[in-house]
């Protein structure tokens, strides 16, 4: 019998922007194992349907008992064509990257971590909540700087796999009780801010805040947020099994 434990979920994208209210903007499906010797591997397929060019990623990330980054496999198409895969391999202070492409060719990096980071941005919805375990709630409302490492520096993640690095600041902002399509949770609330302009994406522009709504338990799954500014997009959970 299988020891690990397993969560499916999907995530649906909609559109704030004025004239899209409402509209169906994409779609994310996603399946976390918890395995018994407490090491994790979230696998997500995300579509960005809009704005054009498409999105299509698939990444499969583990992480250790710590909640540390081991390894992240990334494939992208955009515009429904294919723009690059990558493998990364996050060691004790080195990140390596085997990636390929048509605008890149084939390309091997090794980077020096180079101190403490606070994780790896895969770029699917879902894995933005889960990174928000790495805050102390102890401490009350507060926030501070996130550092982490990418394959992507653009807002959608929409460029081939590279290492990246930017310092967002996460804040802790409250609990709610929130009902979405997938049903009724107790959520912890969290904002991510680009008050420095540290990850400007291919847009020219920082990131917009970005609010979400986390289980309030050890699995930290997202339920709702939208990202403000030029994006005006929002996010909900509409199916979940666990």
Known sequence: MQ??????????????????EGADRGRETFMWTHHSDGKKTLRAHCEIDEPNPTVM?????SLDENDRPMDCLVRL?????????????????????ESYGPSIGR?????????????????PIVADAYITRKIDRSKGFHSRPFRCFLPS??????TPPLIAETTLQLGYVGDETVTVPAGTFECHKFQFTDE???MVGVSGEAH??????????????????????????????VELER
């Open 107 to 123: 390309v091997s990096q090794s980077r020096k971590i180079g101190g403490a980071f606070d994780g790896f941005g895969t770029h």
């Open 77 to 97: 198409t955009v515009g429904d064509e294919f723009m690059g895969a990558g493998l990364f391999i996050i060691g004790e202070d080195t990140i390596e990257c």
């Open 208 to 237: 917009p805040p970005y609010e979400m709504w986390v289980t309030a338990d050890e699995d930290a799954i997202f339920v709702q947020g939208g990202v403000g500014g030029y994006m005006q997009t929002w996010y909900e959970l």
């Open 3 to 20: 020891k690990h434990r397993t969560i499916t979920g999907k995530i649906q994208y909609t559109s704030r922007k004025e004239g899209r």
């Open 57 to 61: 990623r698939d990444i499969t990330y």
């Open 153 to 158: 520096p653009d807002h959608r993640g929409a």
């Open 196 to 198: 420095d302009g540290d």
